[in-house]
């Protein structure tokens, strides 16, 4: 937030430089440039240039609002998140164009992106070094003007990544309903259908074929703890929000864990996974076979190796918190 604060300062900087040297267009004109633009994409998203952008996005007095999605698409960037967003930005946006079909409505909002290829060098004016970034440039004047029309951010997390929840706080923040318009995903559906039908089927073989009486508890037990670890390492999480494998910075390099408690990698989730079931498996080595060892001195040290292997995986796992928590006061042996 940081950065997207310091960007948006830079922003208002720049947009004020241009207005003293060139002067700005009439609000009719800016959103006929930006309409045209817009109308060359299928999606309905204006293709900017810093030109376009500081000329008819931050001009002022202007009785439209821009939601400009701040990008990297071009493979030398190597960045997925820039990927996902797009995606999510352009069903919000073909949403809000099958939707806007009085002319009130379609002179609202238009829906811009800046790419990194387009403008590295305003960007650089602007000290942007993260993306994507979701920037609302508000209308100041007219019937839907914003009583502070200062650019503001939106918040790119879990759920204003995915098409349904960027158009709810879009939503939100213009006062009005926007419905993403999201294609319907068959082979998904069709993936759902078959693994149903295939545990369905798993399910009637084993109760034909298996009694389940003659399983131990050990058995009972091991699926127990698979089905806690699974359902407390976000699985569920990622199976609702489909984040990315893995993270990655503007330079490739791969990213294990998101920065924050509101994001998480796939990747992520099987770490996490994997910490609990080695803190699981030293609790129940420590309360069930290390006390059937004969020997006293082998006793004691089975004891002393599960007992140090539990505090530092713990320990990993609370330096993982407090990663992602950074205010968390508490820590063992790991920063």
Not at 9 to 27: A, F
Not at 39 to 59: E, W
Not at 101 to 110: G, L, P, Y
Not at 127 to 147: D, N, Y
Request: aromatic share 10%; charged share 20%.
């Amino acid at each position: 937030m940081r950065i997207l604060g310091h960007a948006l300062h830079r922003i208002l900087q720049l947009s004020l430089l241009l207005l003293l040297l060139v002067g700005h267009s009439s609000s009719a004109q800016s959103l006929k440039q930006l309409q045209t633009q817009a109308n060359k994409d299928r999606d309905g998203v204006a293709r900017l240039d810093p030109d376009l952008f500081m000329k008819h996005v931050i001009t002022e007095h202007k009785d439209y609002s821009v939601v400009v999605q701040l990008t990297a698409l071009s493979p030398v960037y190597k960045c997925d998140a820039c990927k996902t967003v797009d995606k999510a930005f352009r069903a919000v946006s073909r949403g809000w164009k099958k939707q806007s079909s009085s002319k009130d409505a379609a002179q609202r909002i238009v829906f811009g992106t800046l790419d990194m290829d387009d403008g590295e060098e305003l960007f650089r004016q602007m000290s942007i070094e993260g993306v994507p970034q979701l920037v609302i440039f508000p209308a100041s004047k007219g019937p839907h003007a914003f009583e502070n029309p200062s650019p503001r951010g939106l918040t790119l997390g879990a759920k204003t990544s995915s098409p349904e929840g960027m158009a709810s706080r879009l939503g939100e923040l213009f006062g009005i309903e926007i419905k993403a318009d999201v294609p319907v995903n068959y082979s998904k559906h069709l993936m759902n259908i078959a693994t149903v039908a295939a545990g369905l089927y798993a399910v009637f073989l084993v109760y034909k074929y298996v009694d389940l009486r003659s399983l131990g508890r050990n058995i009972w037990a091991i699926c127990t703890i698979l089905f806690v670890l699974l359902m407390t390492s976000g699985f569920m999480w990622n199976r609702i929000n489909e984040p990315p494998y893995v993270g990655q910075t503007r330079s490739g390099d791969p990213v294990l864990f998101a920065p924050t408690n509101s994001q998480q990698y796939g990747i992520e989730t099987q770490i996490v996974a994997a910490t609990y079931a080695v803190c699981a498996l030293c609790i129940v080595a420590l309360v069930r076979h290390v006390p059937r060892i004969q020997n006293s001195d082998q006793r004691t040290f089975v004891t002393f190796m599960f007992t140090v292997a539990l505090i530092l995986t713990f320990s990993y796992l609370n330096s993982v918190f407090r990663m992602k928590m950074p205010g968390y006061p508490f820590k063992l042996l790991l920063p």
